[in-house]
Nanobody
Framework: QVQLVESGGGLVQTGGSLRLSCAAS????????MAWFRQAPGKERDFVAA????????QYADSIKGRFTISRDNAKNTVSLQMSSLKAEDTAVYFC??????????????????WGQGTQVTVSS
């Protein structure tokens, strides 16, 4: 069992930066592929980024490549998402997720076993 708690969301202006963090509790955190998804009102939950258990292997959605960076610290059981050059379309609830799939299969939300409660990111134009 893994529990995930996100933090770091908030209100930021277009072009600004935010850093999201996800703290994991439970066993064998380092064995999981960790990811961030986001969901805007009325839309489906979309993949943002994932990091393999054996970081630094990562995968990103095309919409955020070059602007967001995912990282993990297995010693601290945390995964982070550094977001920069934020746009209004980045506004969403951001979720942390953990699963045992390979990075190749990390874009499908149905592959993940555990989810956090989400943190709101609002980018004002």
């Amino acid at each position: 069992q893994v529990q995930l708690v996100e933090s770091g969301g908030g209100l930021v202006q277009t072009g600004g930066s935010l850093r999201l963090s996800c703290a994991a509790s439970g066993r064998a955190f380092s064995a999981y592929t960790m990811a961030w998804f986001r969901q805007a009102p009325g839309k489906e939950r979309d993949f943002v980024a994932a990091v393999a258990w054996s970081s630094p292997d990562t995968q990103y959605a095309d919409s955020i490549k070059g602007r967001f960076t995912i990282s993990r610290d297995n010693a601290k059981n945390t995964v982070s998402l550094q977001m920069s050059s934020l746009k209004a379309e980045d506004t969403a609830v951001y979720f942390c997720a953990a699963g045992l799939m390979s990075l190749r299969d990390s874009m499908n939300p149905k592959s993940y076993y555990y989810w956090g409660q989400g943190t709101q990111v609002t980018v004002s134009s």
